[in-house]
Each structure stands twice: as C-alpha cells, then as structure tokens.
C-alpha cells in the first residue's frame, strides 16, 4: 500500500507574514499604538464637532406671607420637573424661536435640596440662541407657575437672565485628543494583558501529553 503523495506547502500568505510580524512586536508598542491612534481619533473629533455654547438662567419661588417658607422649596422641586414638559415648552418656542422639539435636546432643569431655586440651561452651536432659550424657558415657566399662585401660595420670578456666552462649554481638541489617548492606550494595555495568555494556551495546545506521545512512539 503505498502512501498517499504528500502535499507540497507553498510560501505564506500576506495576511500570515504580516500575522507573524505582529506578534514579532514587542508588547509595549501596543499601548504606544494605542496612545497614538487614539489620541489622533479624539483630536479630529474636537476639531470636526462644532463647538457648544451654554447659558443658564435663574428663577426662584417665593411663598406669600400666609405660607410656610418651606412649601415653595416643595413647589420649586415641582416645578423643575414640569419645566421642560410641553406645556411649558410649547409657549417657551415662540419666544426662543425655536421648535420644541429643539427645547426638548437643548434644556434642562436642574432644582436644589437646599434653596427655592431653579437653573435652566440651554446648550446650542449659537451663543445669542443659547441665552434666548434659557430665558424663553424661564419666562414661560414662570408664567405658568403664576397662574395658579392664588391655590399654590407660591409666586415664580425670574431671579437672573441668562446672558449670552462668550466661550464655548465644550471641550477643546487638546482635551478631547488627551481623552482618547487615555483611552487608546488603556485598550492597548488590556490587549497586551490578554495576549500572552492567549499565547501561552495555544502552545500548551500544540504540545502533545504523555500518553499521546507514548501511543506516538508505539506506533513508529
């Protein structure tokens, strides 16, 4: 019986050549690829995003005299949840010239445990746009609230106006370029980790054990 013609293997591959070159690398030059790549990632994107503008104003509930002091902390807390609901955003637009549904991304509320007070926020790629809808969302809340001062016993008034930023509040390419250089290289350092035990399993894996180098020898 003669044996079956032994296939001739022919040159590796690109793809192989440039697998072994790779594992070739030493270790450390993955986290300086990760650095690298991203740290390069975060700076176009900082460069290519359009900077952000925000601007917040203030308005604040005050009890009348036959209230408890503490009862409009409760309704300013109430009040801030509803100020970016429709029924407040839906008068806010007209004033801020903007659709609602840009109010909705664009504003936040934000109350105090501690002071009748509510901040709102408006973020926009346009700083004069910014400040208008902060203060149509103030404007409007307050009109709002004031409708029912007679049951509530709280009165809402707009304590500062938001005006319009001078610099944007998002981060700079240098920031968001370090963001992602940190990043990078913390992806490069859990790839380096991963790597030798991968390593190490594949060459406990082409070992044979010695039972199957017995039955080797035993069959020669």
Do not use: C
């Not at 004033?95 to 504003?107: D, F, H, I, T």
């Not at 973020?123 to 149509?136: F, I, K, L, V």
């Not at 190490?200 to 054990?209: D, I, K, N, S, W």
């Amino acid at each position: 019986m003669t044996d079956a013609p032994h296939r001739r293997v022919g040159p590796a591959g690109p793809l192989a050549r440039t697998a072994t070159r790779v594992k070739r690398l030493p270790l450390w030059s993955l986290i300086v690829t990760g650095v690298l790549l991203g740290g390069l990632a975060g700076g176009l994107y900082g460069v290519l995003k359009p900077p952000q503008y925000a601007a917040t104003s203030y308005v604040i509930a005050v009890p009348d005299e036959k209230s408890d002091p503490s009862t409009a902390l409760g309704f300013a807390q109430a009040y801030g949840r509803v100020a970016t609901q429709i029924a407040v955003l839906g008068d806010a637009q007209v004033w801020a010239g903007v659709p609602v549904k840009v109010l909705q991304s664009s504003v936040k509320a934000e109350t105090s445990p501690d002071a009748p007070m509510i901040a709102l926020s408006a973020t926009s790629a346009r700083p004069r746009e910014a400040a208008d809808m902060a203060n149509a969302v103030a404007r409007a809340l307050t009109l709002e609230a004031n409708h029912t001062q007679d049951s509530t016993k709280v009165k809402l008034l707009q304590f500062s106006r938001a005006v319009k930023p001078t610099s944007p509040s998002s981060p700079s390419a240098v920031v968001t370029g370090l963001v992602g250089a940190s990043a990078g290289g913390l992806a490069g350092g859990l790839v380096m980790l991963v790597r030798p035990r991968r390593e190490r399993q594949e060459a406990t894996a082409t070992v044979p054990g010695p039972a199957a180098a017995a039955d080797l020898h035993g069959t020669v």
